[in-house]
């Protein structure tokens, strides 16, 4: 398992995208599963540092880089609000979560083998991405 | 496993190649895996990618612009590329670089500055993207309304199956006119 921890803001989220695109890289995933990976973390913490900063928080973002025998499960757990609207720029819906998270989750959704998002005892919600090997 | 908190230091100081076709046997020194293990996080001893120590000649754009980022948060987005052309009444707008939620705010801007300057037909051109998420899409959607509002219009250019994937998979492909080139989006095509 690697782990990594990063302050809940903007700039890190490329670092993480990185960091498990060359794991990926190392397990001689392809390169449309290498993109399908970074899209996917990125996603998951954006949506991790942006309710985290909705919050009013500074609590770290964790990443898990958990390797299982035909799958990789990454868990990314924040102490945010995902129904905070923040990273928004123009809102599309009426009401429940904002247009980016609906988009996000709607990437998510699709570019992983299995996704869920539940929340955490203590406040905040931790994201579930299962990619095949 | 013990846990790194606080500034990715370990980043800072390094730009990245991946080195595939030499893998080591060990962690190189500099590499990822060896700034975890120094840091006091463990990793996969597998792991194929080098850091060079130069100072800021990326031998990797992709990778390297990841060198500038924890340097000056703040500001400095260097990694995306913003130039501002006129073809006949359209401002096309090419972008370079990784589109995230780092980035996005600087293209949102260089977007609202163009549109209350008064350029309501507006040219995206997402051939030199090499990542967009959502956060850049939400950015795409915005200047769209933005135009709209003016009776003017927003089209994007972009030809990379993983790029227009996302617009796929979001549904975006409906909203937005994508098209295969700069000429084509500006009617100058033949």
Same mark, same amino acid.
């Given at each position: 398992?690697?782990?990594?921890?990063?302050?809940?803001?903007?700039?890190?989220?490329?670092?993480?995208?990185?960091?498990?695109?060359?794991?990926?890289?190392?397990?001689?995933?392809?390169?449309?599963?290498?993109?399908?990976?970074?899209?996917?973390?990125?996603?998951?913490?954006?949506?991790?540092?942006?309710?985290?900063?909705?919050?009013?928080?500074?609590?770290?973002? #964790?990443?898990?880089?958990?390797?299982?025998?035909?799958?990789?499960?990454?868990?990314?757990?924040?102490?945010?609000?995902?129904?905070?609207?923040?990273?928004?720029?123009?809102?599309? #819906?009426?009401?429940?979560?904002?247009?980016?998270?609906?988009?996000?989750?709607?990437?998510?959704? #699709?570019?992983?083998?299995?996704?869920?998002?539940?929340?955490?005892?203590?406040?905040?919600?931790?994201?579930?991405?299962?990619?095949?090997? | 496993?013990?846990?790194?908190?606080?500034?990715?230091?370990?980043?800072?100081?390094?730009?990245?190649?991946?080195?595939?076709?030499?893998? &080591?046997?060990?962690?190189? &020194?500099?590499?990822?895996?060896?700034?975890?293990?120094? +840091?006091?996080?463990?990793?996969?001893?597998?792991?194929?990618?080098?850091?060079?120590?130069?100072?800021?000649?990326?031998?990797? &754009?992709?990778?390297?612009?990841?060198?500038?980022?924890?340097?000056?948060?703040?500001?400095?987005?260097?990694?995306?590329?913003?130039?501002?052309?006129?073809?006949?009444?359209?401002?096309?707008?090419?972008?370079?670089?990784? $589109?995230? +939620?780092?980035?996005? &705010?600087?293209?949102?801007?260089?977007?609202?500055?163009?549109?209350?300057?008064?350029?309501?037909?507006?040219?995206?051109?997402?051939?030199?993207?090499?990542?967009?998420?959502?956060?850049?899409?939400?950015?795409?959607?915005?200047?769209?309304?933005? +135009?709209?509002?003016?009776?003017?219009?927003?089209?994007?250019?972009?030809?990379?199956?993983? $790029?227009?994937?996302?617009?796929?998979?979001?549904?975006?492909?409906?909203?937005?006119?994508?098209?295969?080139?700069?000429?084509?989006?500006?009617?100058?095509?033949?």
């Amino acid at each position: 398992m690697v782990e990594l921890e990063i302050p809940p803001r903007s700039a890190y989220v490329g670092v993480v995208r990185l960091a498990l695109a060359s794991l990926g890289r190392s397990l001689d995933l392809d390169d449309e599963a290498v993109d399908d990976l970074k899209i996917a973390v990125s996603e998951a913490c954006t949506n991790a540092v942006l309710s985290n900063e909705a919050a009013g928080g500074d609590h770290p973002v #964790s990443v898990k880089w958990i390797q299982e025998s035909g799958r990789v499960v990454v868990e990314v757990a924040d102490r945010g609000d995902i129904y905070d609207r923040r990273g928004d720029d123009d809102s599309l #819906s009426g009401g429940g979560i904002g247009a980016r998270v609906t988009m996000s989750v709607a990437m998510l959704s #699709s570019l992983v083998d299995d996704f869920e998002i539940s929340p955490r005892p203590g406040g905040g919600s931790c994201a579930r991405l299962v990619f095949p090997l | 496993v013990k846990k790194h908190t606080g500034r990715c230091a370990w980043f800072e100081r390094f730009e990245h190649r991946v080195a595939r076709r030499d893998p &080591p046997t060990r962690p190189y &020194p500099g590499s990822v895996v060896e700034t975890l293990g120094r +840091v006091g996080v463990s990793g996969d001893p597998g792991l194929r990618m080098r850091a060079y120590r130069e100072n800021k000649t990326s031998r990797c &754009p992709q990778y390297g612009a990841m060198a500038y980022r924890a340097e000056d948060e703040e500001d400095e987005r260097m990694e995306l590329g913003l130039d501002v052309r006129k073809v006949d009444s359209y401002s096309v707008v090419d972008v370079k670089g990784e $589109i995230d +939620v780092y980035t996005a &705010p600087k293209l949102r801007e260089k977007l609202i500055e163009l549109v209350s300057e008064g350029s309501h037909d507006v040219v995206v051109n997402l051939e030199g993207v090499d990542f967009l998420d959502s956060t850049g899409l939400g950015v795409l959607v915005g200047a769209l309304k933005r +135009v709209k509002a003016h009776d003017g219009s927003l089209s994007l250019v972009c030809t990379q199956d993983k $790029i227009l994937k996302i617009f796929k998979i979001t549904g975006l492909t409906k909203v937005f006119p994508i098209h295969e080139s700069v000429d084509e989006a500006t009617g100058n095509s033949r």
